[in-house]
């Protein structure tokens, strides 16, 4: 094929995502920080927070927000989310609210159902992930093993457009996605490690959030 009928692959619709990866430091700052909290019986209680999420697991508690300041936390989420906006075509962000933070203690067997979230934006990032996730039901099958996957899912399978994104938790890594995304984690077998996430509601600027002015 000519440089002149050079085929350029191009993706006009449907919304991004980010993926970034968090400092060594960061991730041991927060890793102390929960593992501060769930020995405190009084702490985790008064942050409990799964009352008000979809999750079908063990322990779910909002991060105080001190620590979210002081602990480069928020620093960390701006920054990534101002460059993915800005790559997205969003220039003119000036404005980063976080709503609410909160970590996720998910051990085997447990799940989230398919969600969404509030606010504007939303992210999820990992801060331990078992050794394995164990096998599944069919592990000599040419089946995908899903086990311990977020599954990011958008509009409806089509020619050329998928409709899901399958995401393999790595400790360090961030994802950062629109509110109104739905998302699902599957359940996980064979271990009595834990798969710890970290996420978050947050709004930018209402003017260019809310493109058609109402």
């Given at each position: 094929m000519s440089d002149n009928n050079k085929i350029n692959v191009i993706k006009p619709f449907g919304p991004t995502i980010a993926r970034v990866k968090m400092s060594i430091e960061l991730i041991q700052i927060l890793n102390e920080y929960v593992d501060k909290i769930i020995s405190n019986e009084e702490k985790i209680k008064e942050l409990n927070h799964g009352n008000k999420l979809a999750g079908s697991v063990t322990q779910e508690f909002k991060l105080e927000e001190e620590f979210i300041e002081s602990s480069g936390y928020k620093k960390f989420l701006s920054e990534s989310?101002?460059?993915w906006l800005k790559m997205s075509g969003l220039t003119d962000i000036k404005?980063?609210?976080?709503?609410?933070s909160w970590i996720v203690r998910q051990?085997?067997?447990e799940y989230n159902p398919i969600h969404w979230h509030g606010g504007h934006i939303s992210g999820v990032g990992y801060l331990k992930v078992p050794s394995s996730f164990g096998e599944t039901a069919q592990p000599d099958?040419?089946?995908n093993n899903q086990n311990g996957n977020l599954e990011l899912i958008y509009g409806s399978r089509q020619f050329l457009s998928d409709a899901s994104f399958s995401i393999t938790p790595e400790v360090g890594y961030f994802y950062f996605?629109?509110?109104y995304m739905m998302h699902t984690v599957y359940p996980f077998n064979r271990t009595k490690e834990e798969r710890r996430s970290i996420s978050f509601n947050a709004t930018i600027d209402e003017k260019s959030y809310n493109v058609y002015g109402n």
């Open positions: 989310v101002f460059e404005d980063f609210n976080i709503i609410s051990f085997e067997n099958s040419t089946k996605f629109p509110h």
